[in-house]
């Protein structure tokens, strides 16, 4: 299945008083692993940039008064992200903003329903923690040294991270290779991750296997022609 994590940085809060967004990041993820394909853009936002906005995420006017305006990008974007799902961090935010840009363009407007908010899982995995995209990073023990300030396509690639953490954990290869991320962590979103989806998690197995058993997963293994765990180390 084909999804979209996607972040922006605007001036400010609210579209309705003004504010624009000045860039997009988005990364597609193709069965829960990301593809390296994505779409970011800077934008111009015909406007001003208040101090507090520019001391987030670093965008000055004077860097973004040649970027292109939003107009000229908005059916690229559109394109990129067709009708896969979306992956948010606070979706209503985001969404707000590109649905005020999308609606001045009289361009078809974005549904709230396609969004997967990252924040609302989070707090009901891990109620009274935090749940911004840096605590949850420190959570899962992935890398945010390259993020010295907000930035809509670094944030899309770390929310991707992230979300594949809070679905159960980036996998582990066939061969047995350790998932990138503490076994602590792990395990919480592993068993929220089943209560969150409605499913009974089973109980972990804490004593070997039989002689019978073994006998019988040999039998069944032998059975299996050029099987890769054969072969692992």
């Not at 992935?142 to 993020?147: C, F, G, K, L, N």
């Amino acid at each position: 299945m084909r999804e979209i994590a996607l972040d922006t940085e605007t001036t400010g809060l609210d579209p309705a008083s003004g504010h624009r967004i000045v860039e997009i990041g988005c990364v597609e993820l193709h069965g829960h692993i990301r593809t390296g394909n994505h779409f970011h853009t800077y934008l111009n936002p015909e406007r001003d940039m208040p101090r507090e906005a520019e001391n987030v995420h670093g965008l000055s006017a004077e860097f973004l008064k040649d970027k292109p305006l939003f107009r000229t990008v908005a059916r690229a974007f559109l394109e990129f992200i067709g009708d896969s799902p979306l992956v948010i961090h606070n979706a209503s935010f985001d969404l707000k903003f590109l649905n005020a840009e999308l609606n001045a363009l009289d361009l078809p407007l974005i549904d709230f329903a396609r969004a997967t908010d990252t924040v609302l899982i989070a707090r009901k995995m891990f109620p009274g923690s935090p749940a911004n995209l840096d605590a949850l990073c420190k959570r899962f023990a992935i890398d945010t040294s390259a993020r010295t300030k907000h930035g809509a396509l670094l944030d899309a690639e770390l929310l991707a991270d992230v979300y594949l953490e809070l679905k159960g954990g980036r996998q582990s290869s066939l061969l047995g290779k350790p998932a990138a991320t503490s076994d602590e962590a792990r395990a919480t979103a592993n068993e929220a991750a089943l209560a969150f989806s409605g499913h009974t998690a089973i109980a972990a197995r804490h004593f070997p296997p039989s002689s019978e058993e073994r006998a019988a997963h040999k039998a069944m293994v032998e059975k299996i022609k050029g099987a890769i765990w054969s072969s692992a180390s």
